[in-house]
C-alpha cells in the first residue's frame, strides 16, 4: 500500500498546478490542445498502471459509474468543459487540481480503501484502472 500511497501524493503533486478558476477552460491556439478524450484524461497520471486498487474500489463502490465513458464524462462535467472543446494537456492538469482543491474546500469528498479522495480525482484513479 505505501507504493499506492506515494503514487497518489506524486499525482496530487503534479496535478497542484496555479489557483485557477474552475469554471470553462479556454485554448485559443495552444499548440497542444485537443479534445478531451479518456486517453488524454489518462495521461494526466505519471503511472496509470498503480490506480488499481484504489479505482476498482471506487467502481465497486459507484457500480453507476463503473464504465470508463461514463467516468469521463462525469470529469469533464465537473471541470466545465465544453464536449469536443480542445484543451491542453498542461492546462487540464491544472484544473484538476483547482477542481480537487475546490471539492475539498466543499467537502465533496468519498472514502476509498482507506484514502478520503476528492470525487475528481477518484474518478481519476477509476478510469486509470
Not at 461514463?70 to 487540481?97: F, K, N, T, W, Y
Not at 475546490?102 to 476528492?118: I, N
Amino acid at each position: 500500500m505505501r507504493t499506492n500511497r506515494r503514487i497518489l501524493l506524486t499525482c496530487l503533486a503534479a496535478t497542484a498546478g496555479s489557483a485557477a478558476a474552475v469554471g470553462r477552460l479556454r485554448c485559443p491556439g495552444a499548440a497542444r490542445a485537443e479534445p478531451v478524450s479518456i486517453a488524454l484524461l489518462r495521461s494526466l497520471m505519471d503511472d496509470p498502471d498503480s490506480a488499481g486498487v484504489i479505482g476498482t474500489r471506487y467502481r465497486q463502490l459507484f457500480p453507476i459509474e463503473d464504465h470508463p465513458r461514463v467516468l469521463a464524462a462525469a470529469i469533464v462535467a465537473a471541470l466545465g468543459i465544453a464536449d469536443g472543446e480542445p484543451v491542453d494537456r498542461e492546462q487540464l492538469r491544472s484544473c484538476v487540481g483547482a477542481r480537487v482543491r475546490a471539492e475539498f474546500a466543499a467537502g465533496d469528498s468519498v472514502r476509498v480503501a482507506g484514502w478520503v479522495l476528492a470525487r475528481t480525482e477518484a474518478r481519476l484513479w477509476a478510469l486509470c484502472a
